[in-house]
């Protein structure tokens, strides 16, 4: 995790100056958007007039906020008395823009964590996402959502001498602070060559982990709890939020005001424009531009990736690497602190150049692929 130190050289000095935003109203369609467009519920109550009140508000419609209503539900609260309000389509944020993977990571975060948690609560995050993905699945199975949820290994590739010694100090911070390594494997040398199939692979870590199509997993969300008289009203932004005296809160929108008991916030980035205490120093609307690649048949068929992977070159400069089992597209991430933006309109020429380039130079397997680009924050 980068250190948010402000001095003029760290990555985050700009954010000083990044005043909080709504969502833009015309963002980017994605893949995980265009595979999805048939959604009943996409544009629902786009027109119609606001409730006068409600119990429940929830702010966002992505995965937090569809799951929040789901729980909520699940919990007793009766459905008709919640009410979520997306400014734009639903799961329009970083739940649709996201790289698919359901992937704890002990081996390159855990100091990060603890560099600002404490290496108690770092290895508590650590244990929590892999509890997670456990989650994940059970839940899945349980309801039998069709979200192309699939476990498989994950590899963090070490392509440069430097991030290859810095995650081995992280697994060995991670395991002094009682870390487990009973699932996870180490591969050095062409071990970690043939294993990955990266042909510059210096070394990797290996552990279990899984893809999914994350914005079918929050329609099915948001699906279950309109079904039961849940309401959802996008293209709706919460653009203030005043208190009553009575501690009732009402909700300011640009169709008009809805005066509810509880504000659950599932707003991601864009907190700050509501919530000003949580500016984006410490909720930052980190701008990372994935891909999707239709391969030719060096990517296709038998031929596909087994595993995803994380392609490290320097400690904030990473690919992320997934391939989705049910159609065979190749879900591929840029991610370094490249800009710090609420714009998730457009995409950068320059980003779509250098993943193109990193992916070729990966895998030395010759081959054409036709692209699309899905901008995305979070
Ligand atoms: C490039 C990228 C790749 C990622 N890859 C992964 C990954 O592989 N695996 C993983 O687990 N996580 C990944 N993440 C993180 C993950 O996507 C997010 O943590 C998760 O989707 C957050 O869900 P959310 O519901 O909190 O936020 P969002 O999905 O961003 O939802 C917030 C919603 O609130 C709405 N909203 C905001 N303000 C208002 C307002 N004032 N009024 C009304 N509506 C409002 C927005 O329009 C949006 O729909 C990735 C993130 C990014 C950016």
Same mark, same amino acid.
Request: hydrophobic share 40%; proline share 6%; glycine share 14%.
């Given at each position: 995790m980068p250190s948010r130190n402000d001095t003029p050289e760290s990555p985050f000095a700009a954010l000083r100056d990044l005043k909080p935003a709504l969502p833009y109203s015309n963002s980017a369609i994605s893949y995980w958007h265009r595979t999805t467009r048939a959604f009943a519920h996409l544009r629902a109550n786009e027109t119609s007039p606001l409730p006068v009140s409600t119990k429940y508000t929830i702010i966002g419609s992505g995965l937090s906020g569809s799951l929040t209503a789901f729980e909520l539900i699940k919990s007793g609260i009766p459905a008709e008395q919640i009410l979520i309000l997306e400014a734009r389509e639903a799961v329009s944020g970083s739940s649709g823009r996201n790289a698919g993977h359901v992937r704890p990571d002990p081996c390159s975060e855990f100091s990060g964590y603890a560099i600002v948690h404490g290496s108690d609560k770092a290895l508590e995050i650590v244990k929590h996402e892999m509890v997670v993905l456990d989650l994940v699945q059970e839940f899945v199975k349980t309801h039998n959502i069709d979200c192309e949820f699939r476990p498989k290994q994950t590899f963090d590739v070490c392509l440069t001498r430097e991030i290859a010694e810095s995650e081995m100090r992280n697994v060995e911070q991670y395991v002094s602070a %009682?870390?487990?390594?009973?699932h996870i494997r180490y591969h050095e040398g062409n071990d970690a060559k043939e294993r990955t %199939?990266?042909?510059? /692979?210096?070394s990797a870590w290996e552990w279990p982990a899984a893809t999914i199509h994350p914005v079918k997993l929050a329609q099915w969300l948001l699906s279950s709890s309109i079904d039961k008289g849940c309401k959802l009203f996008t293209h709706?932004?919460?653009?203030q939020i005043t208190q009553n005296e009575d501690e009732t809160w009402n909700m300011h929108t640009n169709r008009g005001m809805v005066s509810t008991n509880k504000v659950i916030h599932?707003?991601? /980035?864009? /907190?700050g424009s509501l919530?000003?205490?949580?500016?984006a120093m410490l909720l930052t609307p980190i701008k990372v531009q994935m891909h999707s690649l239709i391969p030719d048949? /060096?990517?296709? %068929?038998?031929?596909?990736?087994?595993a995803s992977m994380a392609l490290r070159y320097e400690e904030h400069r990473y690919y992320a690497l997934t391939q989705m089992e049910k159609d065979g597209t190749i879900i591929f991430g840029v991610a370094k602190p490249s800009g710090f933006t609420f714009d998730d309109t457009s995409y950068t020429d320059e980003l779509v150049i250098e993943g193109l380039e990193k992916f070729e130079e990966s895998h030395d397997r010759p081959s054409h692929y036709s692209l699309s680009v899905l901008h995305t924050i979070g």
């Open positions: %009682g870390g487990s390594l009973d %199939g990266v042909h510059d /692979a210096l709706c932004p919460v653009i599932c707003t991601n /980035a864009y /907190a919530l000003p205490q949580l500016s048949q /060096a990517f296709s %068929g038998g031929n596909m990736l087994q």
